[in-house]
């Protein structure tokens, strides 16, 4: 099963479930901001991977482990796509 999750993010985190099945992990910065991602605790500006403005990341369990997927962003109304399977 996969699911998607998106919309905008202004100065704070979002997050997908801790998933033990999960396959892979798709994450979409849409905006014209960077974003910073994080897997298995809350992404901030200090913690996580950066994630260029228009950029994606195309991640396996092997590099994402099977928990929390969690997004930052510093910016005001910046959009961002989380697409697991």
Partial sequence: MSTETQGTLTNTT??????PSR????VGNNS???MT???GAAASA????????????WLTPEMT???IV??????TS?????YEW
Avoid: E, H
């Avoid at 979002?14 to 998933?19: D, E, F, M, P, Q």
């Avoid at 200090?46 to 990341?57: C, I, R």
């Avoid at 910046?78 to 989380?82: G, Q, S």
């Fill in 65 to 67: 482990g099977t928990g």
């Fill in 37 to 39: 991602v994080r897997f």
């Fill in 78 to 82: 910046k959009a961002y796509t989380i």
């Fill in 46 to 57: 200090a913690a996580g991977l950066p994630l260029p403005a228009g950029d994606t990341m």
């Fill in 23 to 26: 396959r892979g992990v798709v």
């Fill in 70 to 75: 969690s997004v930052f962003c510093a910016g």
């Fill in 14 to 19: 979002v997050s997908v479930a801790a998933n």
């Fill in 32 to 34: 014209d901001t960077a």
